[in-house]
């Protein structure tokens, strides 16, 4: 059964805020990560990072486990599934620390960006402009939307390695595609800054 036009955009409003808010959260982690990196090093920077993922995972524990009621206007921050579960955002920041403490700086920034700029793009174009999915919620608009993005974000972030960032963006284009049950903010950075490894070894 359709969904009716004002619960359609409601739930069309509901998922772009929660989108805006995971783009300005992974903005401003990235912003933050390469001013400890450059201030104090790359060992203080992963130790930072590593108390903001305790912090999300003490948050999480409380409004799953003790449900206090002044967290409960955050609820329009979270999808259905995740009011009983961890939230995407502890999968992300999980990602950032793995890709950041094991692939070179500009890989690892390049490929949470990619989730980052990716999955906020491909997500509102698909909701608003997408009319013909590939499988599931996942539409041709919203992959291409994610895939120009990509290409986009990695000439200005990597655009002297074209051999680099262009795999990277297609993979995280595709693995954001595909993915269903597996969790995307997981999956995306890791296997795209694996894949831009494998192309610096390969070229460089």
Known sequence: ??????????????ELLRK????????????????????????????????IV?????????RLEHKPKFFEFLNVL????????????????????LVFAVFPYPIAIFAVLVLVMGDSFSAGFGMIFGKKKIWR????????????????TGFVVLHEYPQIYIPMAIT????????????DNLFVPIAAAVVGY??????F
């Open 1 to 14: 059964m359709d969904i009716s036009p004002p619960k359609r955009r409601i739930k069309i409003l509901s």
């Open 20 to 51: 805006s808010w995971h783009f300005l959260a992974g903005i401003v982690l990235f912003e933050s990560y390469t001013v400890v990196l450059l201030a104090f090093g790359k060992q203080i920077a992963l130790v930072s990072l590593t108390g």
């Open 54 to 62: 305790l912090v999300a995972l003490v948050f999480e524990h409380i």
């Open 78 to 97: 979270f999808r259905k599934k995740e009011m009983c579960s961890t939230s995407s955002m502890v999968s992300f920041l999980i990602a950032s620390l």
């Open 137 to 152: 919620n996942k539409t041709y608009v919203g992959s291409f939307a994610g895939l120009g993005i990509n290409l986009l």
């Open 172 to 183: 995280g284009a595709f693995v954001e595609t595909i993915t269903g049950k597996v969790e």
């Open 198 to 203: 494998i192309m610096q070894i390969i070229y």
